[in-house]
Every structure is written in structure tokens, then in C-alpha cells.
């Protein structure tokens, strides 16, 4: 942290920072990612380092936090649970009571949400949430970066989530609650996003039993893969519920013409999304996977020097 910074904040679910702060990262990111483009170095992490847990697996997470983090002039640690004493029980409390007296800022891909707020709870240091079963705010933070890209402000707009009531579905929803869009959600019976997730956003959540039906009028539909990490035993039952939740060229032409697809990837094609559709025109998925760096530079510089400026 920096001297003075006092307020530390952890980011474990979308709903940790207000609309305000929102409105903050979105410009931070504009600029960083401009000098990112213009090759202009930007070091304002020098000394800093980011310790990064994993256990799931992960592409665009890890490379994305740990290349920002050198972009930035830091330096990343990579504990993954069959590398580190967390896959022989260590508690979590402690391994996170010892990585923060190391480190400035840690990120955490796991299983339970409790576990994750099990880490932030022991951690002296921001802790950032790299997905959990129940959310994956980083990466809704880069899905609304480039909604706001393409199409300007995200407010006042309707998003369409077809399929699995997963950590990606319940995140939108907080999302549309504090940035103020309506989210139309399609699963199949037995894949809701869970009750106790959508508590007080019930309001801006518009429930479909027919997919085609969720995206109409849409300015942006969004999908994710049926089977989530953790899931698989589930994998054959969730093959055939959600046979008819693949986001195909008759869904799109439901949503408005200048609708946008999103999916955060990596997507099965020809399961939850036609290749026609995410290989297609309205299809902004590198986009996505590429402002996720972004994004979090942007998260990473906030939450250990606060506002620049
Ligand atoms: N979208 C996303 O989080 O990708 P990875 O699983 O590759 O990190
Ligand atoms: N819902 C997916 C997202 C992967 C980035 C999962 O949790 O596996």
C-alpha cells in the first residue's frame, strides 16, 4: 500500500466498489490502455508484487494479471495448489496471514467464495478475486469496458444471458444493479442463478423460459460455456438440459441490429454458441479477452495507490 492509503480494499465481488468508483476505473483504463498502445511506459507498481493463486485451471487470468503487473514495473509470484502447501491442507487463514506479509497485492482463483473471503479476512493486503464458483467480477469489469468501447455508456441498456446460471450470470446481475441496465436471463429449469445471489437486484432481472425470447431487443448478448470448473461431474445431465441454449444467427437477429455478442471465453463452439455467431460480425470476444488486462491494471493501480491525481 502506499504510505497513507490507508482504506484498504478488496475486490471479491463486483458489488465491493460503487457506481462512482466504476466511472473512475472505466477512465483509467481509457488512458491506460492508450499508453499501452502508444508503447509509453507507465511503471507506477515499481517494487510492487502481485501473488497469484490458482486452482483452476487459466489462460487469459494469468496472463493478463501477470503481464499488467510487469507492464506496470511489478513483479508476480505463481502458487498453483499442486505447487504450494495449499493442495496439503495448509488453512487458508494462514497461508494468507504469511503471502501478505510478502506481497502488496494477491489474486485468487478457487472453488468456494467463502474461501476466497476466508483469505481477505487473514490477508494484509488487497485481495482481488480471479473467478470463484460464484463470481468472476474481473471479468464483467472487462465486458462492461468493452460494451462502453463499442457502444458507449452501458446504462438504461438491456443485456441477454443465455445459458448456465453460473458465476459470470450472477455477476451480471450485480453489475446491472449498480451501473443501472436490465438483465434478461434464459436457463434451463434447474440452472437459475440462485436466489440468495440475486437478493435486492431482482429489480433490474427479467427472467425467460425461451432463450429467443431473452434476447429480444437486446444490446448485447452474452453467453458461457455449460459446464463450469468444478462442474464436470455434472457434464452428460447439463449436456442435454441445455441443448436448446445455444446462442446461434436466429437468436442475434432477435436483439437489436447493432447487438453485440460477448462470451468470456473459452467457448465450446457449436455447444452454447453457433461459430457462425462468435466467429461473426457482431462477435467482440478478443476485445473482451484483451481488455481484461486492461481492466485490471487499471483495478490494480486503484486499489494500491487510490486515486490518481
Ligand atoms: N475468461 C477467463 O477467465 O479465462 P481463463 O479461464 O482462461 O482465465
Ligand atoms: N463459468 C466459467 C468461466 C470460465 C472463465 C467457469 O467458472 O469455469
Known amino acids: 500500500m502506499k504510505p497513507g492509503h490507508s482504506l484498504m480494499k478488496h475486490y471479491l465481488q463486483f458489488k465491493d466498489l460503487r457506481t462512482e468508483e466504476y466511472a473512475y476505473l472505466f477512465e483509467r483504463t481509457r488512458i491506460i490502455k492508450r499508453r499501452f498502445k502508444n508503447y509509453e511506459r507507465y511503471q507506477p507498481l515499481a517494487d510492487r508484487t502481485l501473488a497469484m493463486i490458482f486452482e483452476k485451471a487459466s489462460t487469459r487470468t494469468r496472463v493478463s494479471f501477470e503481464a499488467g503487473m510487469y507492464q506496470m514495473g511489478g513483479s508476480v509470484v505463481h502458487l498453483t495448489t499442486g505447487d504450494s502447501q495449499l493442495g496439503r491442507a495448509e488453512p487458508i487463514e494462514d497461508s494468507a496471514r504469511v503471502i501478505s506479509r510478502m506481497v502488496d497485492l494477491v489474486m485468487i482463483r478457487t472453488f468456494e467464495q467463502s474461501k476466497l473471503e476466508a483469505f481477505a479476512a487473514h490477508s494484509r493486503v488487497p485481495v482481488i478475486n480471479g473467478l470463484t464458483n460464484e463470481y468472476h467480477p474481473c471479468q464483467i469489469l472487462a465486458d462492461i469496458f468493452t460494451f462502453i468501447e463499442h457502444r458507449g455508456a452501458i446504462a438504461g441498456k438491456v443485456v441477454a444471458w443465455v445459458g448456465d446460471g453460473n458465476n459470470m450470470a450472477a455477476t451480471w446481475l450485480q453489475a446491472a444493479h449498480i451501473l443501472g441496465f436490465t438483465l434478461h436471463v434464459s436457463t434451463p429449469r434447474g440452472y437459475e442463478i440462485d436466489a440468495q445471489q440475486v437478493g435486492d437486484a431482482a429489480s433490474c432481472l427479467k427472467t425467460f423460459k425461451s432463450p ?77 479477452a484483451e481488455n481484461r488486462m486492461h481492466v485490471q491494471k487499471a483495478l490494480m493501480e486503484y486499489l494500491l495507490l487510490g486515486r490518481i491525481g
Open 212 to 288: 429467443a425470447a431473452a434476447c429480444e431487443g437486446a444490446h448485447l448478448v452474452t453467453t458461457d460455456v455449460w459446464t463450469s470448473m468444478g462442474f464436470e461431474a455434472e457434464n452428460a445431465a447439463r449436456q442435454a438440459a441445455f441443448a436448446d441454449w445455444c446462442v446461434d444467427a436466429q437468436m442475434m437477429q432477435l436483439a437489436r441490429p447493432d447487438a453485440l455478442f460477448m462470451h468470456c471465453l473459452p467457448a465450446h463452439r457449436g455447444e452454447e454458441v453457433a461459430a457462425e455467431v462468435i466467429d461473426g460480425p457482431q462477435s467482440v470476444v478478443w476485445d473482451e
